[in-house]
């Protein structure tokens, strides 16, 4: 596969899968491409909405670089990205390591949130619609992987042509990993069952074994 010179890109971002790392590191390259960086971040403090994500499909002049979270990713826009021929990557994490990240992470920013991560990592699985980590339509992305440091190196050298020198982790995690938690009994051993016989787990150990790439 030679380096993409010539395509539109876009970023599906799974919430703590180290996607503002992800995000930071690949909008600091193709800046330096002449993409055009469409950071709705950056302007509105808040993801871009269908009609918005739609409109950079009209021809323009630059290459375009959009990122957006998975809950603002709708199937139909998904789909209208690949006809137009766009790249679209994304990457995932083991659910429960990323169920642990997100609920440590509600803890701080909402109110009245009080669930045991007991509790939490067993609704958000049996109801994945509250929490739906890995895209309905991940077979379609061109790219997809878990991310770790090895496989972001090999995603930009393949992809881009970059040497990967790793920087400090944005918005790091204040969970101690899935791991632990049910090392010391505060994941029950219902709730890892229901987990490791879930679909989303399942999923990603698929993704894990290989990465879905664009032909």
């Not at 603002?72 to 826009?77: D, G, V």
């Not at 980590?133 to 496989?151: M, S, Y």
């Not at 944005?170 to 010391?184: T, V």
Request: proline share 4%.
């Amino acid at each position: 596969m030679l380096p993409i010179t010539n395509k539109n890109i876009a970023f599906i971002h799974i919430p703590r899968t180290a996607g503002s790392y992800v995000n930071s590191y690949l909008a600091s390259i193709l800046h330096k491409k002449s993409y055009k960086i469409l950071n709705s971040w950056q302007l509105l403090n808040r993801d871009w909405n269908k009609e918005e994500l739609l409109s950079f499909l009209k021809p323009d002049i630059h290459l375009k670089y959009v990122h957006n979270h998975l809950e603002n990713w709708k199937s139909e826009t998904f789909y209208e990205y690949k006809k137009n021929n766009w790249f679209i990557f994304s990457f995932v994490r083991h659910p429960g390591d990323q169920l642990c990240s997100i609920y440590y992470y509600w803890k701080i920013y909402k109110e009245e949130f009080n669930l045991t991560l007991d509790e939490f990592i067993k609704e958000s699985v049996l109801n994945p619609i509250i929490n739906a980590i890995i895209p309905a339509f991940w077979r379609d992305l061109n790219f997809i992987a878990e991310f770790n440091h090895k496989n972001f190196k090999e995603f930009l050298k393949k992809y881009f042509n970059q040497d990967y020198v790793p920087e400090k982790i944005r918005l790091p995690s204040r969970s101690k990993g899935y791991s632990y938690y049910c090392k010391h009994k505060i994941i029950s051993l219902e709730t890892q069952k229901i987990l490791k016989n879930s679909e989303q787990h399942k999923i990603f150990l698929e993704i894990k074994k290989r990465k879905i790439e664009c032909e």
